[in-house]
């Protein structure tokens, strides 16, 4: 508790010094008291007849510096050729961007297609009628699809999954290059 106490009135010592070199112009006394427990209080107010108290002096051109003046000129303008970086930078971004949004608007699309396509087509579907073992209709007929519906679902889903994987890279390559 003892260096706790410590570390914080090493604290408050450092504050009250910098309080008194910053107030007035000239010096101020500081007195630094302990009591019986060890713990440690600064005042500006001398001690009573008594108390045991000890004087803190102050060096008050020690850590001085002086602050840059302000000479109403604004900040240096930044070069031609940094300027000419930032909006190669800026348009490298931009075009970036613009190839993600297009990638994603392209497996939006693809994915509509495909869902769009879930129906087979009527020239994709073949009629079964249904037979008895001797081959006279039952009135069962079934719709089956054709190989060519599944050759045409695969070509929409292999275009959904080469869009996935376009937005991946355009998301990867606009991620390295935006900051």
């Known amino acids: 508790m003892q260096r706790r106490e410590r570390s914080i009135s090493a604290v408050m010592l450092a504050g009250v ?102 129906e087979p087509l009527p020239e994709e579907i073949q009629l079964v009628v249904g037979r008895t073992p001797t081959g006279a209709p039952t009135g069962a007929n079934a719709a089956m699809r054709k190989p060519e519906y599944y050759a045409r679902i695969k070509s929409l889903e292999e275009a959904v999954k080469k869009a996935e994987e376009k937005v991946e890279n355009a998301d990867r390559d606009y991620r390295r290059a935006a900051p």
């Open 17 to 118: 010094m910098a309080l008194a070199a910053a107030g007035m112009g000239h010096a101020q006394a500081l007195w630094k008291y302990t009591d019986k427990d060890g713990k440690v209080t600064y005042s500006d107010k001398e001690p009573k007849k008594g108390e045991k108290a000890q004087l803190v002096t102050s060096d008050p051109a020690a850590n001085v510096i002086d602050a840059p003046k302000n000479t109403g000129e604004a900040a240096p303008q930044k070069s031609r050729e940094e300027k000419n970086r930032v909006a190669e930078r800026e348009n490298q971004r931009n075009q970036l961007r613009d190839a993600l949004d297009a990638a994603k608007a392209e497996l939006e699309a693809a994915k509509s297609a495909l869902e769009a396509g879930r």
